[in-house]
């Protein structure tokens, strides 16, 4: 297994690169993110994983370590190969990725080309409890984008004790209150609370 490639940057071109590793030339599949970032003549490294199938062995390069994991977990779901993984990093943040998984927002996950509802339904059903943790921000925030929140919230209160159908409603309630940048899930979670005290 090749984890990392580190040399000159010999080449780049819309899909990948070419790093020069100890005088071979290594040809590093990547997204364009990680390509914006790289320079022909200048040192780099990147993250590897490399793709072995009985016709070819390809190599795609990442930014970090952390992009190299996601694109791994995503091929452990069912559909997703080393293309589709890739176009998901392409499009999204792995922070975005993960919190998009971990929320249940499908919308998100549609975004990529090649991912349609059931696709996006299959990724956070089977890898929702692999993902790793939601992201933090650095105001404590879980920074989940628009609508990601409800689930979070939805399964925080059934397992205070609340009925799945007393959860919904507060959730329904919190959201027609949510204006402009969603609102830090333990926020969200409290004024749910408060609403269903009231209701009690």
């Known amino acids: 297994m090749i984890a990392s490639v580190q040399g000159v940057v010999a080449a780049v071109s819309p899909d990948g690169a070419v790093v020069e590793v100890g005088g071979v ?13 790289l320079r022909v003549g200048q040192p780099a490294r990147l993250a590897t994983s490399l793709v072995v199938r009985e016709d070819s062995l390809t190599l795609y390069g990442f930014a970090d370590d952390d992009e190299k994991q996601l694109f791994e977990l995503l091929q452990t779901a069912s559909g997703v190969g080393p293309r589709l993984a890739q176009a998901v990093l392409a499009v999204h943040s792995p922070d975005t990725v993960r919190r998009a998984i971990g929320g249940g927002d499908t919308a998100t996950l549609t975004k990529v080309p090649g991912i349609g509802k059931k696709g996006a339904e299959r990724l956070v059903l089977e890898l929702r409890d692999r993902v790793g943790p939601v992201p933090v921000g650095p105001d404590g925030a879980a920074g989940v984008t628009a609508g990601a929140w409800h689930d979070q919230v939805r399964q925080a209160l059934v397992g205070l004790g609340w009925t799945a159908s007393q959860a919904d409603q507060a959730v329904a ?28």
């Open 25 to 37: 030339g290594l040809a590093v599949q990547c997204a364009p993110g990680t390509l914006a970032n």
């Open 173 to 200: 309630a919190v959201a027609e209150t949510v204006d402009g940048p969603t609102p830090p899930v333990p926020v969200l979670l409290k004024q749910a609370i408060r609403l269903l005290g009231r209701t009690r």
